[in-house]
Nanobody
Framework: QVQVVESGGGLVQPGGSLRLSCVASGSMFSRYYMGWYRQAPGKQRELVAAITSDFSTNYADSVKGRFSISRDNAKNMVYLQMNSLKPEDTAVYYC??????????WGQGTQVTVSS
């Protein structure tokens, strides 16, 4: 069983920055696909950014050039650096971990609110 825990959410003004962190327990972290998803009130959960076991990344069009995903396999951590935040980035952000034959796991979510 893998536990996924996010941290780093909060309230930030438009144009500001936040860094989200996610730690995944267990072994073989380097083999996991790791993703950040978000869900705003009344909307479906959507992919924000993802990073594969070979460090390939992909981003939602709405965050390209502003957000950056990275991972530290030695620490079982994945990060989401969010810059130039906009009110429309307000959502609960979830960390997701998945690996072939090992299942997939969600964190409990962390709230990000962008408001003046």
């Amino acid at each position: 069983q893998v536990q996924v825990v996010e941290s780093g959410g909060g309230l930030v003004q438009p144009g500001g920055s936040l860094r989200l962190s996610c730690v995944a327990s267990g072994s073989m972290f380097s083999r996991y696909y790791m993703g950040w998803y978000r869900q705003a009130p009344g909307k479906q959960r959507e992919l924000v950014a993802a990073i594969t076991s070979d460090f390939s990344t992909n981003y939602a069009d709405s965050v390209k050039g502003r957000f950056s995903i990275s991972r530290d396999n030695a620490k079982n951590m994945v990060y989401l650096q969010m810059n130039s935040l906009k009110p429309e980035d307000t959502a609960v952000y979830y960390c997701y971990a998945a690996a072939v034959m090992r299942g997939d796991y969600w964190g409990q979510g962390t709230q990000v609110t962008v408001s003046s």
